[in-house]
């Protein structure tokens, strides 16, 4: 009997091991990616020299779920991302989306994702004021697919209009607006993302408003960094500024880094990973900034170490944008909706030298708190007793490594839920 207990065990924390990933998603605006017009020409930015340098920032970043904007309509230059850039030097895990274009537009979206992780389920357009906005819905690849259980991430990619004027940012608000009406009339609330070029200059315009500050709050994003304000030309956001890259212009536009431009917005069930994909604290990056690029040039003194020298170089190259990047935790186990026992439970995750607790039990309760890592060995192993229904706690884990665990919460009659953590 003893060692069958092991063995379940065992297995079962085999399949929390192999249910658990980190999912890298990355938002880049490519530049006229095969558009050329009297501007940018096949001379200035040609996608044959466009190519080795995406490849090398690619290679850097390793996305699992890479949205683009500015690519041409045409399918040649959509599948020459995957073969010239992604499915290279013996990689053939990426594949891409499906075009639609029904704005008729010069310049489009796409998505790129990394097979051995994720699946692709559907492609809508939720609306087509001036450019598509399009929505990419994903799947999560872990064994609970074998038993019907989906772990679905809707990933939307937005170019909204450019310019400052009046108009520019009306009709920036009306495409957000469009957007939200969509989800809000389509979908649930669950794991959303809205990430590409919005051109916002600050956070006080209506598309902004109507992205964080809908009506429905339970469909608004959130700003991972929570960086709000006037982004443009202001020092302050030096650190994440995503355009320009150049400061002279000809297909790319001059200036200095004096924007943010390019963001990624979360549904706020992926901050806080209520439907089992969560965002990863800190993981939010502006590839190659180091915060002293104001109104300068990705290049110009001091030297950029933000990244290698080759990557930096290969930015300057391909765009006037920088890609902006976060991390996922996905896990089944972040799912904590069916405690049977507890009324709220939240912790901090992931964490650092503490493990820190709040529970709310429907009636006081006898609790214990096993902490294990991914082989079954136990860490940590305290009682504790609920006398009013609540209870905040702090267990120590500063001399624990870094990696994936699993909290094990249980009461006196034998009922229990796991938790992962991940501790950085």
């Given at each position: 009997?003893?060692?069958?207990?092991?063995?379940?065990?065992?297995?079962?924390?085999?399949?929390?091991?192999?249910?658990?990933?980190?999912?890298?998603?990355?938002?880049?605006?490519?530049?006229?990616?095969?558009?050329?017009?009297?501007?940018?020409?096949?001379?200035?930015?040609?996608?044959?020299?466009?190519?080795?340098?995406?490849?090398?920032?690619?290679?850097?970043?390793?996305?699992?779920?890479?949205?683009?904007?500015?690519?041409?309509?045409?399918?040649?230059?959509?599948?020459?991302?995957?073969?010239?850039?992604?499915?290279?030097?013996?990689?053939?895990?990426?594949?891409?989306?499906?075009?639609?274009?029904?704005?008729?537009?010069?310049?489009?979206?796409?998505?790129?994702?990394?097979?051995?992780?994720?699946?692709?389920?559907?492609?809508?357009?939720?609306?087509?004021?001036?450019?598509?906005?399009?929505?990419?819905?994903?799947?999560?690849?872990?064994?609970?697919?074998?038993?019907?259980?989906t772990i679905y991430v809707?990933?939307?990619?937005?170019?909204?209009?450019?310019?400052?004027?009046?108009?520019?940012?009306?009709?920036?608000?009306?495409?957000?607006?469009?957007?939200?009406?969509?989800?809000?009339?389509?979908?649930?609330?669950?794991?959303?993302?809205?990430?590409?070029?919005?051109?916002?200059?600050?956070?006080?315009?209506?598309?902004?408003?109507?992205?964080?500050?809908?009506?429905?709050?339970?469909?608004?994003f959130v700003d991972p960094i929570n960086k709000i304000g006037n982004w443009n030309n202001n020092v302050n956001f030096a650190e994440w500024h995503t355009q320009s890259t150049h400061t002279s212009s000809n297909c790319f536009s001059g200036g200095g880094m004096d924007d943010r431009f390019d963001f990624i917005l979360t549904s706020k069930d992926i901050r806080d990973g209520k439907k089992a994909v969560k965002y990863i604290p800190g993981s939010y990056k502006t590839i190659g900034q180091d915060g002293m690029r104001f109104n300068k040039s990705l290049t110009d003194y001091p030297t950029n170490n933000s990244a290698p020298e080759e990557v930096i170089n290969a930015l300057y190259a391909s765009s006037d944008h920088l890609p902006v990047m976060l991390k996922l935790m996905a896990d089944k186990t972040l799912d904590i909706s069916e405690i049977s026992f507890a009324e709220y439970f939240n912790v901090v995750n992931p964490l650092k030298d503490i493990v820190?607790?709040?529970?709310?039990?429907?009636?006081?309760?006898?609790?214990?708190?096993?902490?294990?890592?991914?082989?079954?060995?136990?860490?940590?192993d305290k009682n504790q007793k609920t006398t009013s229904g609540s209870l905040q706690l702090n267990f120590d884990v500063k001399n624990i490594p870094s990696g994936f665990y699993i909290l094990k919460v249980s009461n006196q009659e034998g009922r229990s839920f796991s938790h992962k953590l991940i501790k950085l």
């Open positions: 009997m003893f060692k069958k207990s092991l063995l379940v065990t065992a297995l079962c924390f085999s399949m929390i091991a192999r249910a658990q990933d980190t999912i890298t998603v990355m938002t880049y605006n490519l530049l006229n990616y095969g558009n050329y017009t009297s501007y940018c020409t096949s001379s200035n930015n040609n996608a044959s020299v466009k190519d080795p340098a995406l490849k090398t920032i690619m290679t850097y970043a390793k996305p699992d779920i890479l949205c683009v904007n500015e690519i041409s309509p045409s399918a040649t230059y959509h599948q020459r991302i995957l073969t010239n850039v992604l499915n290279v030097d013996g990689v053939t895990k990426y594949a891409r989306g499906t075009i639609k274009n029904l704005a008729s537009s010069d310049i489009v979206n796409m998505i790129y994702y990394n097979t051995e992780k994720l699946g692709y389920h559907s492609h809508r357009v939720v609306q087509s004021s001036v450019r598509d906005i399009d929505l990419f819905r994903l799947y999560i690849i872990t064994p609970d697919l074998l038993s019907g259980d809707s990933v939307m990619t937005a170019h909204l209009k450019a310019g400052s004027s009046t108009s520019d940012a009306i009709s920036r608000g009306t495409m957000a607006r469009n957007v939200m009406a969509y989800i809000k009339n389509n979908f649930q609330p669950g794991n959303f993302m809205i990430m590409g070029d919005f051109n916002l200059y600050t956070s006080d315009e209506e598309a902004w408003q109507q992205f964080t500050n809908y009506t429905y709050l339970q469909y608004a820190q607790i709040d529970i709310k039990t429907l009636r006081p309760e006898n609790l214990r708190f096993e902490l294990f890592d991914l082989s079954g060995k136990s860490l940590l």
